[in-house]
């Protein structure tokens, strides 16, 4: 594979300082000859069908002979008619259609011109490609043509897929065809696409049209196109404060309200990757400063969310729905293990233009994530294209290269309201939902009964147990109203209920938490989709336990409100075996029981519960039967069954106050689990309700509280609702970090009763600190903090 660009390259220029984009210097360079175009497009080529192995070898040698038979049965089926290249993709009124089409091309064109695939530089293959070009262009995507539909299949789907074909078919089409596909381009995607940074061109969609632009640029020989593509990158690289883009603390939206980490996010990675490598040593090299935070984002945004070769589904909006799409031919499921995958190709390849150090820390992690994915193995993913492939495989055969592992620590994003929770042996994810941030998302028919993710959806994986417990068919067929972790009224919702691309968001502020970067305290003010919901639920993430609490549940809609313990996907035929209170309960699907609490259970092959009350806890196992198409109106219609168990509190009808206090243990044995629930002073529940929640383990030396209003939880003390989590060390110190998730705290006091001889470090934003027999600590203006915890260290009395 062409070598793709250096680090030095890219941040240095003559004397060693950095050029921004669009100065006179990068405007410099000699006018461009063929001959750069030419580079240009073998640079392309290079990026898109990969190198470096062999096509007799596995896994490209079965890949490869499976793309050329696709391509075979593509090619016989073909029959261009009036709005249509295939007869099963009409594109008359559907410009979806359109765009497999083109996909449909694409990968027809990467089997003419790879070797192995059995049609390479096949005269018939040319033919047909040669044909299903020109209709696509005669029928629909030409000048004058108005758009309808989806703008996305106009402007980033179509126009890419054909543009990568006029790359790799480039000494076969005539000039003739290239002049009208780029003007048809030029057409759909004028230069006023990324005019101004706002709108459907904003984060991924802006890196897809610089794309669609530069290779514009290089089909059409074009040095404006080039010079717009890189320029018009330039907003993607800043931190935000609302809105589509990357944050300070490692957040990533798109679509406005919605985190995206692992879809859209991906997209940016990968793409801004390509085009970076693309334009290296050229005259349009990027040497914005500003991409620095790109690579920063490796490990702030993108790592907390990978664990064994997936990437979390609370980052992946809508895209967990999709599972196996009516359109693959192939037929293969789309989970977090694939989206995970993508997103491990795509850091390879931003490597290649990080530090040496970067370079070789990144290809640690992604060998040890792909190492460790046990239950999805990545170069056995058959949805990834073979470039990446490539990536993955030399990588894997690089006895260079030490596989590193899972990073641990905690991580909160309050800009997206997700939090990220880490041990040595298992991994949770937390999904909520606040003024900033939907719900869910729907649209365009896809993730139609994702209503309660954002209602404090829990999710955990072991390192090495339940990697699929959401990959196997779990979203078409979980019971979505017992998503793991979430309190939600059993009122019947539509399909979609809530409205487009993350319209529906909570009337909730207090929203966030505060973390020392090992354990954490997280809080929600839960307010339900569509109904009168509300309750005041909080998170405590420590070593082996995550604590939950709630309270102030109550509702008046005439139906059953839960507070969902877990839900565990048991897979087609699982008999895990319950223990409650050291007695194993029936294994057969339809058994239902009631769990003590105070009490335990334990789950097999899973972990343990330790149910502190108050109230009714159920359990059920049941067979649950759904199919991809309930959930996502473009995937797949065949059913599909799962057996679950599920642990919830029955909080009746319409309650009016209603509380509940467990933990969760992941990875815990059945013994593990009795010990913890025999031993109630391991854990102080020192609040739980509509005025504070917080707990303390006096072993670990935690307390952390969700301050809801002013008042006093413990040893702690609140002049304003916030959140406080401690931590006392061995070595006499202890860290306070404080956070404002309402920002909305002006002034805000908290008092710790505990003597402190003095304060070692302090945040800018606190003003005064008070020492002696206790602490006291005032903060000023909290709201430009964006619910960013504030830390402070203090030397103990």
């Not at 060693?16 to 990068?26: K, Q, R, Y």
């Not at 895209?319 to 196996?324: F, K, P």
Request: proline share 5%; charged share 15%; with cysteine.
């Amino acid at each position: 594979m062409t070598e793709v660009w250096s680090r030095r390259a890219f941040l240095s220029a003559a004397g060693g300082g950095a050029l921004l984009l669009g100065t006179p210097a990068a405007r410099a360079a000699a006018e461009p000859v063929e001959g750069d175009y030419a580079a240009l497009r073998a640079v392309w080529r290079d990026l898109v069908l990969g190198g470096g192995f062999s096509a007799t070898a596995e896994p490209f040698r079965s890949r490869l002979a499976e793309l050329g038979e696709q391509t075979r049965g593509w090619t016989s089926a073909m029959a261009p008619a009036a709005g249509s290249l295939w007869p099963d993709l009409g594109f008359a009124t559907d410009p979806e259609k359109l765009m497999q089409s083109y996909y449909r091309l694409r990968t027809m064109t990467e089997a003419y011109v790879r070797p192995g695939t059995g049609l390479t530089g096949d005269a018939a293959l040319l033919s047909a490609l040669l044909t299903g070009l020109d209709h696509l262009h005669a029928q629909a995507y030409h000048v004058g043509q108005v758009r309808y539909g989806n703008w996305f299949c106009w402007q980033i789907g179509a126009p890419q897929a054909l543009l990568d074909v006029c790359v790799l078919l480039y000494g076969e089409l005539p000039a003739a065809r290239l002049t009208d596909y780029c003007a048809a381009v030029d057409h759909f995607v004028p230069d006023s696409a990324v005019a101004v940074y706002s709108g459907t061109s904003t984060g991924a969609n802006r890196v897809d049209l610089c794309r669609v632009l530069a290779l514009r640029g290089v089909v059409g020989a074009d040095p404006a196109k080039l010079a717009l593509a890189r320029d018009a990158l330039a907003p993607v690289f800043p931190y935000v404060t609302t809105g589509d883009g990357l944050y300070r603390d490692g957040s990533f939206v798109q679509h406005t309200w919605v985190p995206y980490t692992g879809t859209y996010g991906a997209v940016l990675l990968g793409g801004l990757g390509l085009l970076f490598a693309l334009l290296k040593g050229t005259a349009w090299q990027v040497t914005d400063p500003g991409a620095r935070i790109v690579f920063d984002a490796v490990e702030r945004a993108w790592a907390p969310f990978l664990f064994n070769g997936l990437v979390m589904d609370c980052v992946s909006g809508r895209a967990v729905s999709r599972g196996v799409a009516v359109a693959d031919a192939l037929q293969v499921q789309q989970d977090d293990h694939t989206r995970g995958h993508a997103v491990l190709a795509g850091i390879l390849l931003l490597a290649e233009g990080a530090s040496t150090a970067e370079r070789a820390r990144w290809r640690g992690l992604v060998k040890g994530w792909a190492a460790r994915d046990y239950y999805s193995r990545p170069l056995a993913d058959r949805s990834l294209g073979l470039a990446s492939l490539a990536r993955l495989a030399a990588l894997d055969a690089d006895a260079s290269v030490t596989a590193l592992p899972e990073p641990v620590g905690h991580r909160l994003f309050p800009s997206m309201d997700r939090a990220a929770h880490r041990r040595p042996g298992w991994t949770a994810s937390l999904s909520l939902a606040s003024r900033r941030i939907a719900h869910y998302e729907t649209g365009n028919g896809e993730h139609l009964r994702g209503w309660h993710t954002g209602s404090g959806m829990l999710s955990w994986w072991g390192a090495s147990y339940g990697n699929g417990q959401y990959s196997d068919a779990f979203w078409p067929t979980v019971d979505p109203y017992r998503l793991p972790g979430t309190t939600v009224v059993r009122k019947a919702l539509a399909d979609g209920a809530g409205g487009d691309w993350g319209a529906a968001r909570p009337d909730a502020a207090w929203v966030g938490g505060s973390t020392d970067g090992e354990f954490a305290s997280v809080g929600q003010h839960l307010r339900g989709l569509g109904s009168t919901l509300q309750a005041r639920k909080s998170w405590f993430f420590l070593a082996d336990t995550v604590v939950c609490l709630g309270a102030g549940i109550r509702a008046s809609d005439g139906a059953g409100v839960e507070s969902v313990v877990d839900n565990r996907n048991l897979g087609p035929s699982g008999t895990h075996a319950l223990t409650v209170n050291g007695t194993v309960q029936p294994s057969a699907p339809g058994w239902s029981g009631t769990v003590p609490a105070p009490g335990w259970a334990h789950l097999a092959g899973f972990g343990g519960y330790v149910l502190h009350g108050p109230g009714t806890v159920r359990a059920l196992r049941e067979a649950c039967t759904g199919r991809w198409s309930e959930v996502n109106r473009g995937s797949s219609p065949t059913a599909l069954t799962r057996r679950y168990l599920t642990l919830w509190y029955d909080h009746g009808t319409d309650p009016a106050g209603a509380a509940y206090a467990y933990q969760m243990l992941p990875g815990a044995g059945a013994a593990q689990t009795a010990a913890r629930a025999a031993t109630p002073g391991w854990l102080t529940v020192l609040a739980n309700g509509e005025a504070a929640q917080g707990v303390s383990v006096t072993s670990l030396g935690f307390t952390g509280v969700s301050f809801w209003q002013s008042g006093v939880a413990g040893p702690l003390e609140a002049s304003a609702p916030c959140s406080v989590t401690v931590r006392e060390r061995s070595d006499g110190t202890a860290t306070v970090v404080v956070a404002d998730p309402a920002r909305a705290a002006t002034t805000l006091t908290v008092g710790w009763n505990r003597p402190v001889a003095a304060v070692l470090s302090r945040p800018a934003s606190l003003v005064a600190a008070g020492t002696g027999t206790r602490l006291r600590l005032e903060f000023g203006d909290l709201t430009p903090t964006a619910g960013a915890g504030q830390e402070v260290v203090v030397r103990l009395g």
